[in-house]
């Protein structure tokens, strides 16, 4: 495990298109942004966990956004 010392409004890169900013700390909670690509899932671990236990149960963050882009008439773009 690589480990990284950051202070809020710092990045991380993670192959070319994948950004990890450090937004702030306070105390001992650390809140961080997380720009990746529409195909790159980003979950918390508690998340994954259960999207891996029961795949069904919990959407896929993409289908969320499309269905709610088109909920409010926003046009998605074709993969």
């Known amino acids: ?3 990284l010392t950051r202070r809020p409004g710092e ?3 993670i192959h070319d298109n994948i950004r ?3 937004v702030s700390v306070k105390g001992d909670r650390v809140r961080i942004g997380i720009e990746a690509p529409p195909s790159v899932v980003v979950d918390r671990q ?3 966990a ?3 236990h029961s795949p ?3 959407p896929h963050p ?3 956004m499309e269905t709610a882009c088109l ?3 926003v046009p998605v773009s074709s993969r």
Do not use: N
């Open 11 to 13: 990045q991380i890169v």
């Open 50 to 52: 259960q999207r891996q």
């Open 56 to 58: 069904t149960q919990v």
């Open 20 to 22: 990890v900013t450090v």
């Open 71 to 73: 909920d409010q008439g």
């Open 1 to 3: 495990m690589l480990v």
């Open 46 to 48: 508690e998340i994954h």
């Open 62 to 64: 993409c289908l969320v």
